[in-house]
């Protein structure tokens, strides 16, 4: 059965940081992009980072470079989300997805019409 399983949200400090984990089962994580996206109460859920399968390029939203890190481990199966400098503005359920193709790009980084499988979510708050 294909899963993607989310895990290391919580609650953190602002400035604090948080490590998410994307654990694929049912398919070979390394022949797919993955992405991450958020979602905050009353937004629409947001494209945070991709990365490609094959060179392992990477694409962050404008507001998170520098602060955010994705990383995947093909042995473990696994998509990583280093989360650093947490601001509350930050705070949303937070999603990982296979891409539909194996490579990411701006634009795929953007759109949920480039995933076809989701993970049920983690929670990220950032409140003192």
């Known amino acids: 059965q294909l899963q993607l399983v989310e895990s290391g949200g919580g609650l953190v400090q602002p400035g604090g940081s948080l490590r998410l984990s994307c654990a694929a089962s049912?398919?070979?994580?390394?022949?797919?992009?993955i992405g991450w996206f958020r979602q905050a109460p009353g937004k629409e859920r947001e494209g945070v980072s991709c990365?490609?399968?094959?060179?392992?390029?990477?694409y962050y939203a404008d507001s998170l470079k520098g602060r955010f890190t994705i990383s995947r481990d093909n042995v473990k199966n696994t998509v990583y989300l280093q989360m650093n400098s947490l601001k509350p503005e930050d705070t949303a359920v937070y999603y990982c997805a296979r891409g539909v193709v194996s490579f990411c790009s701006a634009y795929a980084m953007t759109e949920t019409r480039e995933y076809d499988y989701w993970g049920q979510g983690t929670q990220v708050t950032v409140s003192s």
């Open positions: 990365i490609s399968s094959s060179d392992g390029s990477t």
């Open positions: 049912g398919f070979t994580l390394r022949y797919y992009a």
